[in-house]
């Protein structure tokens, strides 16, 4: 057989066939928990990856890059246009823009996207994060605009958000549900959900393999199914305004998707 295709196939194609080799990196295996998955995975270091960031958030509070997304630098920017635009749609609600990021690191979608946000009158954008990154957040990228917290209560009683944002977030909580469930007893007006991925089928955990030149680590990440994400909301009363197609790549296996949705009169 081997001879065979061999003979069919031109000599260039074959060379270029035989050259390519499974990446080590993205998303690998089914799992049906999450501890089940955290013992396959090797972990990370909660010390580098803040390093990195804080070196990347550096270069673009210095101008020597527009913004950074999981500590790479982009020195043009890539508007997220459908996060703006979700972002505008819930400004034009009240003519007021009051978010919490939600696991929002440094500030990564507010310099990606702040170009067209930082003429809003009283824009507050509120970041809810691990201590590590709050305290960093808080000594050295805060202004007048971009704030850091230890948790949901601090934010809330601070800035009063209007919309919530949970971007690349969801995923890489053991119990997304429950945080979820907590998250949406507060009642914001719009929430925002962008880069999550979804199956069809049954969701699973699966395992992403960061390559090391982000940092090294090997993680438990949650692959959701539609349906059930979207009931849950419907639950809470929120309904659907619109989906859109994230910057991830679509595969057969998963999609990355974003929701806009809206709290129920």
């Known amino acids: 057989m081997n001879k065979f295709i061999k003979l069919i196939i031109p000599p260039i194609l ?21 501890v089940e998955a955290s013992k396959d995975c ?4 909660d ?9 990347s958030m550096m270069s673009v509070k210095m101008g020597l890059a527009v913004y950074e997304r999981d500590s790479v630098l982009f020195k043009e920017t890539k508007y997220n246009w459908p996060l703006l635009t979700a972002l505008l749609f819930s400004h034009s609600k009240k003519n007021h823009l009051s978010i919490i990021d939600f696991g929002g690191s440094l500030g990564s979608s507010y310099y990606q ?18 201590p590590s990154f709050v305290k960093v957040g808080k000594e050295e990228f805060e202004n007048n605009s971009l704030k850091f917290f230890n948790n949901i209560e601090e934010c809330n009683n ?7 944002l949970l971007s690349s977030v969801l995923q890489y909580l053991e119990d997304p549900y429950k945080h979820l469930e907590y998250l949406l007893s507060h009642n914001y007006k719009t929430i ?31 692959f959701f199914n539609e349906n059930k994400l ?32 809206e709290k129920s009169i």
């Open 192 to 222: 925002i959900i962008d880069r999550t991925p979804f199956v069809l089928g049954h969701e699973y955990v699966t395992i992403q393999h960061v390559p090391p030149k982000i940092y090294k680590a090997s993680i438990p990440c949650w």
């Open 42 to 45: 090797t972990g990370y270091s």
């Open 14 to 34: 074959l060379s270029l066939i035989n050259n390519i080799k499974p990446s080590r990196y993205g998303w690998k295996g089914k799992y049906k928990t999450w």
């Open 113 to 130: 996207n702040k170009k067209y946000l930082i003429h809003l009158k009283n824009l507050k954008w509120g970041i809810v994060e691990q």
């Open 230 to 261: 979207l009931n849950l909301f419907s639950k809470n009363k929120y309904h659907l305004v619109d989906t859109f197609e994230t910057i991830e790549e679509k595969t057969s296996n998963y999609e990355f998707k974003g929701f806009i949705f």
């Open 158 to 164: 601070e800035i009063n958000p209007n919309t919530l």
């Open 47 to 55: 010390e580098i990856i803040i390093k990195k960031v804080r070196k």
